[in-house]
Structures are given as C-alpha cells and as structure tokens.
Nanobody, 119 residues
C-alpha cells in the first residue's frame, strides 16, 4: 500500500506565494513521476506541473510563476507558487506514479489541499 499526503495550502492575497509539499510512502520500489493537478469548482481536474527524472513540464498558465522540485530520497515533491492570481484558486492534488515491490505500476492520489487566492 502507498500513501500520498499533501500539505501547504491556505489563503493568500494575489501576488503572494505558497509552497505545497507532497510525500509518497509505503511499498515503493521506485517513483516514476510525481505531479500536481488542480480542480476549481465546476471545472475538470487539470495538470499543473509534473516532474520525472530531470524533466519538468508545466501548464502554460503557470509557467514562469510555479516551480516543481523533488527530493528523491524522501519521495517528496514540492510546488513553489509565486505571483499567485485569483484564478489559481482550486483544490490541488498530488499524484505519485510508482513501481511497487512486485514491479507493477500504480498511480496514487493525495486527498487534496485547498489554495485560495483573494483579489
């Protein structure tokens, strides 16, 4: 079993910053990739940023403002969010795509953390 736990959400004014953290733990042989997604009310869940090895990809809407990074030892991924805008308001979910010890691939989601940006 694998657990994915996020933290770091909250309320911030437009132009401010927040840092989200997500740790995957349990029967993990290796992490293939980890990413952040978000879902605003009435909208579909969308990819924000994903990191796999040395490769990082971002949604166009966050490029230049958000930075994803990873601590491979801790199986932890971070999302540094700067210059936040009201349209960044959403529940942010962490996804961990892993190989477990029988070398099968699974994708696990965290419970989500609310980010609210006031204007």
């Amino acid at each position: 079993q694998v657990q994915v736990v996020e933290s770091g959400g909250g309320l911030v004014q437009a132009g401010g910053s927040l840092r989200l953290s997500c740790t995957a733990s349990g029967r993990i042989f290796s992490v293939i990739d980890m990413g952040w997604y978000r879902q605003a009310p009435g909208k579909q869940r969308e990819l924000v940023a994903i990191i796999s090895g040395g490769s990082r990809n971002y949604a166009d809407s966050v490029k230049g403002r958000f930075t994803i990074s990873r601590d491979n030892v801790k199986n932890t991924v971070y999302l540094q969010m700067n210059s936040l805008k009201p349209e960044d308001t959403a529940v942010y979910y962490c996804n961990s795509h892993v190989l477990v010890y029988d070398l099968k691939e699974f994708s696990y989601w965290g419970q989500g953390t609310q980010v609210t940006v006031s204007s």
